[in-house]
């Protein structure tokens, strides 16, 4: 057993330019790389449950993600996740942890961009995983948020809460 | 008043190549421009308070550490500080916060570089300011450390607790 | 009167990450940071022609690009450029170029990605347009191709010469 | 036989950091990754001559390199090199090129930092290489040197020509 796992669900932050196409596409996820060039120590577990764009994510997406979380058998979990609908997966997840903390996190800019915030906001969610009691939150902008305080102001392109 | 006060040290994190004389040296602090980068929506406040290789720091530069810590209007403190000698100045500061929740981090190879770990340690830095009791800590290598219990173990350029 | 004028016309060179949207879009040229970042000493113009995806170029934005290239004051012409239908441009200059040197340059990986291939392509028209007779030319892949004898491999990604 | 031949021989270009010790070091040439980089096609033999800041070379080195560039057995190559005494090099070689065209090429910032101008040169060098008439050349800071007409400004840190 590990002492993080991560649960790579794709987004932004997993995202790399298709030289062919001139499109970002996925091909894998780059959880590895970043955590080396992190330095990080911690014992983790990488797991891929897809690799999806989230305003492509569907209820079966968020179901199976939540059976992920459960399935662990980590008690911190973190979950990579595209920005557009994060506040809805961790919604989900949020009062059926399950005694779990679960943190999701992703990037505005993916980490194959030279000026990417995917290393910062994993660390957030790296510290936030190890700290936070039992629930789901959102670790973006530098800022902990609890899963029923939370939306991305997508004209801003920044994640609030609600009040 | 912030809601995080950053103390700018200096250490391997803020060191940038001179191409005059092939040197790494210190310039300015890049802690504006990695939280641009990091797209930090936080209250920040950044202080130099020195620009110096934590080899070099003297007894007087951490009281002086200290001092600022302890002037700060701010409850929670980041302080950059080069990795050598950052437990020493955690041990000084931690029976001495008074109140305030102090992070130390710092970076193995700096941000000025393609493979730099300064972004992820300041995300875990910047969940620890705003998790944590009151108490000195250090963030490195995706770890939480109390600040009496921790190293660096230098052979292997990682920080550890003591037992 | 400059050494060397660059005129801007897109492609892959020069898109950009939108943040908000998830998209590659033009904003403005790199040209001015890509040029810092190379040191370089040239006297050099930078005119922006256009900012386009070259596969969206008609004939009118083709013939548009030959007009600035002959109103140049300088002899010596580089033209950044979308690689879909860069051989078609340099094949319009070349029995033009009316005594010039008009090198055309593009990049597979845009510029603010980590592993773009913009300033070594760019470097090879640097040298190319110094030191070729007049003509229309295209520097790719680390080649040189006169304007005559050249096509994208879109399979490949890749110049390569028609026989 | 390959198209270009590269003899590195060091310098800044090849430099990187030692998150050890701070220092920055040589350990390998990174040239096989930066042409990867480049997406350069053309056909490269790399051959390792040493690995020495340029300060460091005695005779002895020089005339190594030289040796080196009179065995290859393709008429085109390019020798990485430290800029302090890049010119004192070409200045060896240009007169006793014996047929072959030889551009020196260096970096002012290493190729592992994020403003490397070491792309771009070697870009430089790549096209001079395929262009020039025999005989030994510098391209730095986009210009194209001959071997009897440069020497670096170290308090500019740019290369120009002697009149």
Known sequence: MADIRILVTGGTLDKEYNQLDGEL???????????TQAKCTVD???????????????????????????????????????????PETA????????????????????????NSDALFNLGCAFSAAQLLAPGAY?????????????RKNRQKGEFETLD
Request: hydrophobic fraction near 50%.
């Open 25 to 35: 596409v996925f091909t894998k996820t780059h959880l590895t790389d970043i955590l």
């Open 44 to 86: 983790v577990a990488i797991e891929t449950v897809m690799l999806k764009d989230s305003l492509h994510m569907v209820d079966a997406d968020r179901e199976l993600i939540l059976e992920r979380v459960l399935a662990a058998p980590e008690d911190k979990v973190v979950v990579t996740h595209g920005t557009d609908t994060m």
């Open 91 to 114: 919604r989900l997840i949020g009062p059926r942890a399950n005694g779990k903390t679960v943190v999701l996190v992703g990037a505005m800019v993916p980490y194959s961009f030279v």
């Open 138 to 150: 959102i670790t973006m902008n530098g800022k902990v948020f609890a899963s029923d305080n939370v």
